[in-house]
């Protein structure tokens, strides 16, 4: 028995394991198949990345819309012509598929790849409760963001872009106004265009990949680059800017609160305004979500909210240090390192 018993630890000492400071052992187990193989952290995050984007664009979604065409009534021989006239005639079927992509051609992958890291995928993932203080302090936060964001598109948008790249962007806001307009409903709505991409783009960029990256790149490029990569995947090249900025906030409190859950729901508010401003734009009104999206925001009010949210940011450090520092300190079996004070802090 003791024989085993040594046995044992030294297997488990012989694990290597991912430093977390929001973890009550201080790490997380690194024993997955990619592990094992000694796959590159940042080479798995790319590879994750094109994964996704093949499954979710190319494949799953396509195939999602030809199945809910053929279910509501198109004949075959016309599937080609309601494809290609989807956006205008069958925006409704174009928004669910998109809805089944992101759950199968994104959440699912995420989770499947974390696995492949450590059978702890839900820690790997930050999937763990978080402090009321930092959850609260998140989506305060991001209300004074939102003039900075919005300052940011604008300017965005006013530079000179191609045309074609304007034309590229189009079909996504036209969607969006002909599904509010046809009265899809805000609960819906919100479920298909806030509570769904919440969570399974979250999942994926800041669970999978802002993990990935940290390991290769350190804290605080892998916010950067997990962020910069959320503004480019949207493929809205007029509004990376800010949509990365948001990235990079998202990316931020998911490392500082040590939980996916506050990026989830300031993701899902920062959509969820969207999609209740849009169902209360009335047709015939002369205001569009596009206009809504060029509203000019005043310089000053951009400088005080953003004085705002630098003091937030502080405030939100000061806890989470002081709530780091009050977690029990347990030592894992076979590592010398603390949970709190040991080893790089990848939090």
């Not at 690194?30 to 190319?58: C, D, W, Y």
């Not at 998109?98 to 992958?109: R, S």
Request: glycine share 8%.
């Amino acid at each position: 028995m003791i024989s085993e018993s040594n046995d044992f630890i030294t297997k488990v000492s012989q694990t290597p394991v991912l430093p977390d400071n929001w973890e009550r052992l201080g790490t997380i187990p690194l024993n997955g198949v990619l592990e094992r193989n000694q796959f590159a952290p940042l080479l798995t995050a790319l590879l994750g990345l094109i994964l996704v984007f093949i499954l979710f664009q190319v494949v799953i979604a396509p195939i999602a819309v030809v199945f809910l065409m053929l279910i509501g009534g198109t004949p075959p021989h016309a599937l080609l012509d309601a494809f290609v006239n989807l956006v205008s005639e069958q925006p409704k079927t174009l928004l669910v598929a998109n809805t089944i992509g992101q759950v199968l051609g994104v959440a699912l992958p995420a989770l499947f790849l974390a696995r492949l890291h450590s059978t702890r995928r839900w820690a790997f993932l930050r999937m763990r409760k978080v402090d009321p203080r930092l959850f609260i302090i998140s989506l305060v936060s991001l209300v004074a963001l939102i003039p900075l964001v919005q300052w940011l598109g604008q300017v965005s948008d006013a530079l000179p872009w191609p045309e074609f790249i304007r034309a590229f962007e189009k079909p996504q806001l036209d969607l969006i106004e002909k599904v509010l307009g046809q009265g899809i409903g805000v609960g819906p709505g919100l479920l298909m265009m806030a509570l769904t991409p919440a969570l399974c783009e979250e999942l994926l960029f800041r669970g999978y990949i802002q993990r990935q990256a940290e390991r290769s790149l350190g804290v605080v490029w892998g916010i950067v680059i997990t962020g910069l990569i959320f503004g480019l995947f949207h493929l809205r090249p007029t509004q990376a800017i800010p949509l990365s900025v948001l990235g990079i906030y998202l990316a931020y409190i998911t490392w500082r609160t040590g939980s996916l859950w506050p990026a989830m729901a300031v993701h899902f508010a920062n959509n969820g305004f969207a999609v209740i401003l849009g169902a209360y734009v009335k047709p015939g009104s002369g205001i569009s979500l596009p206009d809504i999206d060029k509203m000019t925001m005043p310089w000053y009010l951009v400088v005080v909210a953003l004085g705002i949210f630098v003091l937030l940011i502080i405030v939100m450090n000061k806890e989470a240090r002081e709530i780091i520092g009050a977690l029990p300190s347990t030592e894992c079996p076979g590592s010398n390192e603390s949970p709190v004070s040991g080893g790089p802090h990848h939090g």
